[in-house]
């Protein structure tokens, strides 16, 4: 910056000032005017280079192509000691990593709920310690913090790959991906979800305390067993009616969502989960499925940025 500043410190009565005629047009140009005009080029160029330095930061984005479940500590595994990741990573076959299918590199997550997974409660009086599960969660991690701050403007992405042999049960709800509330009580404890249930994709977009949808989405998931779904979420997290809050959703590079409403509960913000989820009621074992890609990136972010492998 400062090599910035001292080009553009011309003395104003400098004596050393070199005075050239252009032969061409008779013009008599000024070595202090050329060196402006290259300055000025300089200065512009600074500008391109600092917005180039300003442009969308990606928060987080989990690929497993280290081999590692829990790179940069983004998901806070631990299976010992977290209570929280206890009951969310119940067994060993929970949450595993395999080499197909991937959605791109060379690795993928894969979620598997079996009957008879041991949970450990981690919220006493409530059901979240027995309802079947195997989830990766950004609470546990170190910047969840920054998944979906109020007021704030969000771009997630993921791939997610569904078997020909996944059962199409009769719960109420089988979860595979949310936005989690970070504190309250459970009645609109996601704001956003994705489920599968009773064989169909569902987005579903709370806002305030209601116990019902703002906004939903279905469709037939039939057609996309056996393949990888590319999902990209934009989200204005806004609680406040008329406070510009939006959720456009593109499933496979189609928007499939375009709500434009509140979304979330004021001033509480939120974290990612991915994997299996489901209510205690009538579930249906086991349950497999497979996740790559994952990204969370900030307001500047872009579809092209966070979609799995690129836009589509």
Same mark, same amino acid.
């Given at each position: 910056?400062?090599?910035?500043?001292?080009?553009?410190?011309?003395?104003?009565?400098?004596?050393?000032?070199?005075?050239?005629?252009?032969?061409?047009?008779?013009? *008599?140009?000024?070595?202090?005017?050329?060196?402006?005009?290259?300055?000025?080029?300089?200065?512009?160029?600074?500008?391109?280079?600092?917005?180039?330095?300003?442009?969308?930061?990606?928060?987080?984005?989990? /690929?497993?192509?280290?081999?590692?479940?829990?790179?940069?500590?983004?998901?806070?595994?631990?299976? /010992?000691?977290?209570?929280?990741?206890?009951?969310?990573?119940?067994?060993?076959?929970?949450?595993?990593?395999?080499?197909? #299918?991937?959605?791109?590199?060379?690795?993928? *997550?894969?979620?598997?709920?079996?009957?008879?997974?041991? !949970?450990?409660?981690?919220?006493?009086?409530? /059901?979240?310690?027995?309802? #079947?599960?195997?989830?990766?969660?950004?609470?546990?991690?170190?910047?969840?913090?920054?998944?979906?701050? #109020?007021?704030?403007?969000?771009? !997630?992405?993921?791939?997610?790959?569904?078997?020909? $042999?996944?059962?199409?049960?009769?719960?109420?709800?089988?979860?595979?991906? $949310?936005?989690?509330?970070?504190?309250?009580?459970?009645?609109?404890?996601?704001?956003?979800?994705?489920?599968?249930?009773?064989?169909?994709?569902?987005?579903? =977009?709370?806002?305030?305390?209601?116990?019902? #949808?703002?906004?939903?989405?279905?469709?037939?998931?039939?057609? +996309?067993? +056996?393949?990888?779904? /590319?999902? =990209?979420?934009? *989200?204005?997290?806004?609680?406040?009616?008329?406070?510009?809050?939006? *959720?456009?959703?593109?499933?496979?590079?189609?928007? =499939?969502?375009?709500?434009?409403?509140?979304?979330?509960?004021?001033?509480?913000?939120?974290?990612?989960?991915?994997?299996?989820? !489901?209510?205690?009621?009538?579930?249906?074992?086991?349950?497999?499925?497979?996740?790559?890609?994952?990204?969370?990136?900030?307001?500047?972010?872009?579809?092209?940025?966070?979609?799995?492998?690129?836009?589509?």
């Amino acid at each position: 910056m400062n090599w910035l500043l001292s080009l553009l410190a011309f003395p104003a009565n400098s004596t050393d000032v070199t005075v050239l005629a252009d032969e061409t047009h008779g013009n *008599v140009v000024s070595y202090r005017m050329k060196q402006r005009i290259i300055t000025f080029c300089l200065a512009s160029m600074f500008v391109l280079f600092v917005g180039d330095m300003a442009k969308a930061e990606i928060i987080m984005s989990s /690929d497993f192509e280290d081999n590692q479940l829990n790179s940069n500590n983004e998901w806070g595994v631990n299976r /010992d000691k977290s209570k929280l990741n206890r009951v969310l990573l119940p067994e060993t076959h929970s949450a595993v990593l395999v080499s197909s #299918p991937v959605r791109c590199g060379t690795r993928a *997550v894969r979620f598997e709920v079996r009957q008879g997974d041991k !949970y450990t409660p981690a919220c006493p009086g409530r /059901d979240c310690g027995t309802r #079947p599960r195997a989830q990766l969660s950004r609470a546990a991690g170190q910047s969840y913090t920054q998944d979906a701050p #109020p007021f704030s403007e969000r771009w !997630y992405g993921f791939s997610a790959y569904v078997p020909n $042999d996944w059962i199409d049960g009769n719960e109420s709800w089988v979860g595979i991906f $949310d936005v989690h509330k970070a504190e309250g009580g459970r009645i609109a404890s996601s704001p956003l979800s994705l489920h599968i249930t009773r064989g169909a994709w569902t987005v579903n =977009v709370f806002h305030g305390l209601q116990d019902t #949808p703002a906004h939903r989405y279905v469709q037939s998931v039939a057609n +996309d067993k +056996d393949k990888w779904t /590319d999902w =990209v979420f934009h *989200v204005k997290w806004d609680a406040r009616e008329n406070g510009g809050g939006f *959720v456009e959703a593109w499933r496979n590079g189609a928007r =499939v969502v375009n709500y434009k409403g509140p979304i979330g509960i004021p001033n509480v913000g939120g974290y990612v989960k991915i994997g299996p989820q !489901y209510s205690p009621n009538n579930p249906s074992f086991p349950r497999i499925i497979y996740f790559d890609e994952i990204k969370i990136g900030d307001e500047s972010s872009s579809y092209s940025e966070v979609a799995p492998g690129g836009a589509r």
